[in-house]
């Protein structure tokens, strides 16, 4: 039982980048009613943008974060003008398909420029590994942890207590009062929207120094955010969180036990399971799934 | 949705060009488009009778392709099974996962039917690329090419785009039989509005299941042929979000719910892929991805100017009225 501390470890250190991202695609959902299927995209966007940073202008990683926060915020905003307003109000279909033809674009996009092989970045301190109690673990994940959790702390007592969050939470709870109360709804979506993105492409860029990037590499992290979103109750960001914690220990646990060769058939068996027993999420209220809404 | 007879003109003008053509050309880069856009308008044709139909939106029909195409070259390989018995155990196969996801999710609309789907299809994934013992794990499995019609073995490529076009005339049919019979309407009842078919007596569980097993076992039969005509089955391909996608996105773009749309969806996928491919190949195959750059803007385009897809859009320009609401596509949930 001496490798208890490590997946207790591990199982933190990823489960907050999970969170970070399972928290802008669940509020995303939760405001706009709209499962974004390109939030993947967005997260493998920002790696490159930290690649690339690192690569040409010899840009740290971390001072990337900072710099490229309004850049990031910006591509949220200006993809939603262009294509998610449209079809704001159109039927589920529309917008499932809406945001697939946009996920295939940018895929697409950086398949072209940038080939298909894996890049990584080499800092300095790529290597450097701490030790704690009985655990090991590498550097660059323990700051991308913890950038994570203040993110998602931000973001939630942004929600909890700026006047802007109490607008965006009025809207989730019911569009129509909303806007019956004065709130310019479609501000808030475009607001929505770019955090949502910006919550992924901060867990990109975070995730940069940790894993290579390739184009398709947003599929395998946002299947585990649809995973912890559904789990947790979609559009519910508390939810989102401790599912994320619980994502991150069945494979932690799961890859200890089993191998790593067979670890996501775990999570997407939970999924399933989930889905078919309580789609409403954890904490979420029966019946939600079957109003579609 | 009754157009009467005059609405399968087209249908008729478009696969009797494709049965006409194999007679006068014999260039294998045609024929091979042909045969392509014949069989992904199949998949998309399957795809359609679950998610334009039934309105149940699969993110994950790749499974039931995959499964299709890795009966036929596991049972061809291991034990020297027709092509023939494979689609036969395929379809079963496919038949029996679409019974158990129709039922498991059959309370899940929306969008959580899509992740559910997605869920499905990666297991089959990960249980082809990691079953080393059995698949050959993430190698793949090159299926035998065994010459003659009982073991699908064609060289000449008219063969395959005639039997391509049975089976794409095939998928029009029984998406024509959704489109008008008394089952097509009920189904189009539940997609519209569950409850309200519910309450007058559609027994709409059981239709959105048997919708989605019928799908499986024809996505399935595609996989098979697909599996014998290309020779190479792998895994990351057949079972991948990307093919998934491919299908509904044919189907979404030519027209959700209508028996043609498939087809033209994949038609336009096809022509644009095999042009570039041709145009950029050997140093520049990188730039290929651009035809997906180009279908993915495209698709934002229709839903957002035609979302109804584009054979119901051509349709009302040649009325010269504004189209029906689109059934599924228009109001908005509040």
């Known amino acids: 039982m001496h490798a208890v501390p490590q997946l207790a470890v591990s199982t933190l250190l990823l489960g907050g980048i999970y969170a970070l991202i399972a928290v802008g695609l669940t509020l995303i959902f939760g405001v706009m009613r709209v ?40 591509a949220g905003w200006v993809s939603y003008r262009l294509v998610m307003r449209p079809v704001i109000h159109a039927s589920h279909s529309v917008q499932i398909f809406t945001t697939v033809g946009l996920s295939i674009a940018l895929q697409n996009v950086a398949l072209v420029l940038w080939t298909a092989d894996a890049q990584f970045i080499r800092t300095s301190y790529y290597a450097v590994v701490v030790r704690l109690g009985g655990a090991a673990f590498n550097l660059a994940q323990l700051v991308a942890f913890g950038i994570a959790v203040l993110a998602t702390a931000a973001l939630f007592a942004f929600l909890r207590w700026s006047y802007t969050g109490k607008i965006m939470r009025a809207t989730a709870q019911d569009r129509q009062a909303a806007s019956l109360m004065g709130i310019d709804t479609g501000r808030v979506y475009s607001l929505t929207w770019a955090v949502g993105v910006t919550c992924v492409g901060v867990a990109g860029i975070l995730l940069a ?50 191998g790593t060769a067979w670890k996501e058939i775990l999570y997407l068996l939970l999924f399933i399971g989930i889905l078919v027993v309580r789609p409403a999420g954890l904490f979420g209220q029966r019946g939600a799934e079957a109003l579609g809404a | 949705m009754t157009r ?34 014949l069989l992904w308008g199949a998949a998309a044709s399957a795809w359609n009778v679950a998610g334009g139909y039934a309105g149940q939106i ?84 090159a299926v035998p090419f065994r010459p003659g019609f009982w073991t699908l073995g064609f060289v000449d490529k008219r063969a395959w785009a005639y039997l391509m076009l049975v089976l794409a005339i095939g998928l029009y049919l029984i998406q024509l039989y959704l ?58 391909y057949v079972f991948s979000v990307d093919l998934s996608v491919r299908f509904a996105l044919a189907a979404v773009t030519g027209g959700i719910g209508t028996a043609l749309g498939p087809f033209l969806g994949a038609a336009l996928i096809t022509v644009l892929e095999t042009s570039l491919r041709a145009r ?11 035809y997906l750059i180009i279908y993915g803007v495209a698709l934002i385009l229709v839903m957002r100017f035609a979302p109804q897809g584009l054979v119901p ?9 504004p189209a029906p609401r689109a059934t599924g596509t228009a109001g908005a949930a509040p």
Request: net charge positive.
């Open chain 2, 280 to 290: 950029f190949g050997g140093i520049a195959a990188g730039l290929v991805g651009i």
């Open chain 1, 35 to 74: 499962v974004n299927f390109a939030h993947g995209e967005f997260l493998m966007l920002a790696m490159y943008l930290a690649f690339w940073s690192f690569a040409l202008l010899r840009l740290d990683p971390y001072v990337t974060l900072v710099l490229a926060l309004p850049l990031v915020f910006g």
């Open chain 2, 58 to 141: 699969s993110l994950g029909h790749s499974m039931f392709f995959g499964l299709g195409a890795y009966s036929a070259a596991l049972l061809g390989t291991k034990w020297n099974v027709s092509p023939w018995i494979a689609l036969v155990v395929g379809a079963a196969l496919a038949t029996t996962v679409g019974f158990v996801i129709g039922f498991l999710s059959n309370r899940l609309r929306g969008p959580y039917f899509g992740l559910a789907t997605i869920a499905f299809s990666q297991v089959f994934l990960i249980a082809g690329s990691r079953w080393r013992g059995f698949t050959s794990g993430s190698e793949g499995i």
């Open chain 2, 4 to 37: 009467g007879l005059g609405g399968v003109g087209p249908a008729v003008a478009l696969f009797g060009f494709a049965a006409i053509v194999p007679l006068f050309v014999r260039d294998a880069f045609f024929l091979d488009g042909l045969i392509l856009i």
């Open chain 1, 209 to 258: 120094p940790v894993y290579p990037v390739y184009p398709t590499v947003g599929l395998q992290f946002v299947l585990i955010a649809y995973v912890a979103v559904v789990l947790g109750g979609l559009g519910d960001m508390a939810g989102a969180l401790i599912a994320s914690l619980i994502v991150a220990t069945v494979e932690v646990v799961g890859s200890y036990l089993i």
């Open chain 2, 313 to 321: 859009w051509l349709a009302s320009l040649r009325r010269r009225r």
């Open chain 2, 179 to 236: 489109e008008r019979s008394r089952r097509g309407y009920q189904l189009a009842a539940v997609r519209e509005d569950e409850d309200a078919a519910l309450s007058l007596g559609v027994p709409a569980r059981r239709l959105k299941v048997a919708a989605i097993a019928v799908s499986a076992a024809l996505a399935s039969i595609c996989g098979t042929l697909w599996a014998q005509y290309v020779g190479f089955v792998d895994p990351f």
